[in-house]
T-cell receptor
Framework: AQSVTQLGSHVSVSEGALVLLRCNYS??????LFWYVQYPNQGLQLLLK??????LVKGINGFEAEFKKSETSFHLTKPSAHMSDAAEYFC????????????FGGGTRVLVKP | EAQVTQNPRYLITVTGKKLTVTCSQN?????MSWYRQDPGLGLRQIYY???????DKGDVPEGYKVSRKEKRNFPLILESPSPNQTSLYFC?????????????FGPGTRLTVT
C-alpha cells in the first residue's frame, strides 16, 4: 500500500522568506508524485508533478520540488513567500500507472506573515 | 470556461434522509472521481469512474453510491446519511484514467448531517 506523510500540519513564514513543505512517501513501485494547492473556499489545483523525468520539477507560481529516491521524499520549496501563497498544500502519490488513483497526505496549511 | 461544477455547495440534512450531490464537467473527460476531505486526513477517494457505465470503489466507499450514465455527470448518492459522513466533498475529472494526467477539481460541497 502507498502512503504519504506531510510533516507539519501548519507552517508560518514571513513574506519574502523561504517556503519549505516536507513530503515523504512510501511506495512499492516507482511513484508518480504531485503537489496540489487549495486556496480558501476553492477546490484543489495542480502545482507540479513528478513523472520519472527530471528529479527537479518546476511548477506554477515559483514553486519547485525535488524527488529524492534515497530519502523517499518530494519536498516543495519556494525561495520567497508572497502573501498570495497562503493556502493549504497537499502532497499526493499515485497508485500506479494504470488508474488515476491518488493517495493524499494530510495537508499543510501555510500562513504568510507580513 | 472549462470547469467541474458541484451542487449544492452547502447542505445541512438529518440522519437517514437520502440526498444526491451532483457533479458535472464540460471537458469531455473520461475519468471522474469523488473524494472526501477531513481535517488531518487529506483527501480520500470514495468512488471513481473510468468511463460511462464503469465505476469502482475507492478507499472509503461505505455508505455511498454513484452512477455514470452520461460522460459529463457523476452524481454521489447518500441513501441513508449518518453524522460520520459530515465532510467536505470534492468531485474531480481528468482526460483519461492514466495517472500522468492532472485531475481537475470542483469547488467542493460542504455536507453536515445532524
Amino acid at each position: 500500500a502507498q502512503s504519504v506523510t506531510q510533516l507539519g500540519s501548519h507552517v508560518s513564514v514571513s513574506e519574502g522568506a523561504l517556503v519549505l513543505l516536507r513530503c515523504n512517501y512510501s511506495s512499492s513501485v516507482p511513484p508518480y508524485l504531485f503537489w496540489y494547492v487549495q486556496y480558501p473556499n476553492q477546490g484543489l489545483q495542480l502545482l507540479l508533478k513528478y513523472t520519472s523525468a527530471a528529479t527537479l520539477v518546476k511548477g506554477i507560481n515559483g514553486f519547485e520540488a525535488e524527488f529524492k529516491k534515497s530519502e523517499t521524499s518530494f519536498h516543495l520549496t519556494k525561495p520567497s513567500a508572497h502573501m498570495s501563497d497562503a493556502a493549504e498544500y497537499f502532497c499526493a502519490v499515485s497508485r500506479g500507472a494504470a488508474g488515476n488513483k491518488l493517495t493524499f497526505g494530510g495537508g499543510t496549511r501555510v500562513l504568510v506573515k507580513p | 470556461e472549462a470547469q467541474v461544477t458541484q451542487n449544492p455547495r452547502y447542505l445541512i440534512t438529518v440522519t437517514g434522509k437520502k440526498l444526491t450531490v451532483t457533479c458535472s464537467q464540460n471537458m469531455n473527460h473520461e475519468y471522474m472521481s469523488w473524494y472526501r476531505q477531513d481535517p488531518g486526513l487529506g483527501l480520500r477517494q470514495i468512488y471513481y469512474s473510468m468511463n460511462v457505465e464503469v465505476t469502482d470503489k475507492g478507499d472509503v466507499p461505505e455508505g455511498y453510491k454513484v452512477s455514470r450514465k452520461e460522460k459529463r455527470n457523476f452524481p454521489l448518492i447518500l441513501e441513508s446519511p449518518s453524522p460520520n459522513q459530515t465532510s467536505l466533498y470534492f468531485c474531480a475529472s481528468s482526460p483519461t484514467g492514466r495517472v500522468l494526467y492532472e485531475q481537475y477539481f470542483g469547488p467542493g460541497t460542504r455536507l453536515t448531517v445532524t
